[in-house]
């Protein structure tokens, strides 16, 4: 019999089973704890957290209103965009395809990995108010990560006709300019949401059904007509361009109600373009935000509130024919004429003979017919920053200022305010508050005398006739009326430039039973004439006839056809010689 080995009677330590056992249960503990924070401590936690993931809230964007001319022809629309945005988690790890989306998107790469890199680490916009065709080419890639939003943008089908009228809206749909900026709060809607269930890539699987739909913004309808706006736009832009001028503006309003049928503006852009205003200049509406010394078209008022205190009489006669000393300065003629009846000196911008009527007449009368007729007057038509111009109190008003505030030096105005104002000469003596918006009431009071307003009527028809200085706004067939005004624009040290000018007309049709009145100002022109009787009077010739014709207006008849211009010998030089006040 042999004697067992040692070893195989050998007893293992008892601490070791209990180790093992230790480890087991405290593995199982460990397990059951994490369990149960898991299950129970962090439930609402986690849940919150898969809804990030999985279940999202997403943006409804809702329609601006459209915005109407007084025709119902749309002046601004909604048509269909896209915003592309990207999750730079997602997309970071797909860069192999970011040629491809590049191309799709009308990007280079490096310009793509610039805007995924600008937004934060779960969101980057890529593209806003996109074309929707770049939508369907970027999915049709199917590169996860980057996304395609249905949304809307802005356009306006006249283009730079109507920009500073109606100005332009941000990429988040609200207004930045003009009417839209204005407007904002009528136009702008309210957008909505939806949830949706999205996988790991961001891709939705479903639409739930919690949802807040949009509301759509309200629709604006204005006073425009949509013709006469863009031959005003288009004749200004012409005059703008053949003299040199840095800007200019145009204004077209009914004398009975006040409704404002056209407002253009120069220098334009055209906001359907992308990157097309990025000028601010651009998009600046000059006939309310650019006030400026508007020059002898305040002469007619000046005349009105003489007539109206008795400090002249409609018939009466001045010595012009020697400069008049005012203030240590002479006011002088461009053309010598000798004596000058109240019509003549409007007909031919007479400064002296305006001086001394304005210093035969209260301070106060003038300054009295200035604020009735709406110059000092900050307009109310929702235009943000729109200017009331330059009046100054008539206690302030020294013998010089006196005179020249009536040869519209010294005060600042705007081409709405120019049309405002002699809407009241043309409709009978009644000013009448300008509007944009269809449907407003007529608001008007009277500011002179009825037999005032016919006697300005008659002597400004004169102006347009042979040897005034308006004759080149004459409209075969039609009785025009108006008024040239040119004045030097200040330097900024107390003096005038010597070759840039205001060069305004203001003028109404037709001149026996006025409907129509425009306002016409080009500034900082330097080529040519450049004068208020030959920049601007063509322009309001050019609108104003087609404004007629647009509005059925007829003209004058003379037996079976429209009366024919009297002067058919009228050379052009002779019309510009006019229309600087040198006639015969």
Aim: charged share 15%; with cysteine.
């Amino acid at each position: 019999m042999t004697a067992e080995s040692p070893k195989s009677n050998r007893i293992l330590p008892r601490w070791r089973a209990v180790l093992i056992l230790a480890i087991i249960f405290a593995g199982f503990v460990i397990v059951l704890t994490r369990d149960t924070d898991l299950q129970w401590w962090q439930d609402h936690t986690l849940r919150d957290q898969g809804r990030m993931r999985y279940m999202q809230d997403r943006p409804l964007p809702a329609d601006r209103g459209v915005i109407y001319a007084a025709n119902g022809t749309a002046l601004a629309v909604n048509v269909p965009a896209v915003t592309i945005w990207t999750d730079p988690r997602i997309f970071n790890r797909y860069q192999k395809d970011w040629d491809k989306v590049a191309a799709a998107l009308n990007l280079s790469p490096q310009a793509l990995a610039e805007r995924v890199q600008s937004g934060g680490s779960g969101f980057a916009y890529i593209l806003r108010q996109g074309e929707p065709q770049m939508g369907k080419a970027l999915n049709a890639l199917h590169v996860p990560g980057i996304y395609v939003q249905a949304t809307s943008r802005t356009y306006y089908p006249l283009g730079a006709v109507t920009t500073p009228l109606l100005g332009l809206v941000h990429l988040d749909h609200h207004g930045a300019a003009g009417l839209e900026r204005g407007y904002d709060q009528w136009l702008a809607g309210h957008s909505g949401t939806e949830k949706v269930l999205v996988d790991g890539q961001g891709e939705v699987l479903r639409v739930l059904g919690a949802r807040h739909a949009p509301v759509p913004g309200h629709d604006l309808h204005l006073t425009i007509n949509p013709q006469i706006q863009y031959w005003a736009y288009m004749t200004l832009l012409a005059a703008q361009k053949h003299f040199g001028a840095t800007e200019g503006s145009a204004v077209v309003m009914n004398v009975e109600n006040g409704q404002i049928l056209a407002m253009a503006s120069v220098p334009s852009c055209n906001p359907n373009s992308r990157n097309g205003c990025g000028n601010p200049a651009d998009y600046v509406n000059n006939a309310v935000h650019q006030a400026f010394e508007p020059g002898s078209v305040m002469k007619p008022f000046m005349v009105a509130a003489a007539l109206k205190t008795g400090s002249i009489q409609p018939d009466q006669s001045f010595n012009v024919s020697h400069c008049l000393p005012v203030g240590g300065f002479c006011i002088r003629d461009d053309v010598v004429h000798h004596e000058l009846n109240v019509a003549h000196i409007l007909k031919y911008s007479s400064d002296i003979g305006a001086a001394k009527i304005a210093l035969r007449t209260p301070a106060q009368a003038i300054y009295d017919m200035y604020r009735a007729a709406g110059f000092g007057k900050e307009p109310d038509l929702g235009f943000a920053g729109a200017t009331g111009g330059v009046l100054p109190q008539p206690q302030t008003w020294d013998k010089a200022r006196h005179a020249t505030i009536a040869l519209g030096y010294g005060v600042s105005v705007t081409t709405l305010q120019l049309a405002e104002g002699y809407a009241a000469i043309a409709n009978g003596g009644y000013h009448v508050t300008p509007s944009l918006i269809a449907g407003q009431p007529v608001q008007k009071q009277r500011i002179m005398p009825a037999n005032i307003a016919a006697h300005l009527r008659h002597w400004l028809e004169g102006v347009c006739a042979a040897n005034g200085t308006g004759i080149l706004a004459a409209i075969p067939g039609y009785a025009v009326a108006g008024k040239t005004g040119t004045a030097n624009m200040a330097n900024g040290k107390d003096g005038f430039q010597k070759n840039k000018t205001n060069a305004t007309f203001v003028g109404f049709a037709p001149g026996f039973a006025p409907k129509l009145v425009m306002a016409v100002t080009m500034r900082g022109s330097t080529r040519y004439w450049n004068f208020g009787g030959v920049e601007s009077a063509p322009v309001f010739r050019v609108t104003m006839r087609h404004a007629l014709q647009e509005l059925n207006i007829s003209p004058r008849w003379c037996g079976g056809k429209a009366c024919a211009s009297k002067n058919k010998g009228i050379t052009a030089t002779q019309a510009e010689i006019w229309a600087e006040g040198g006639g015969n």
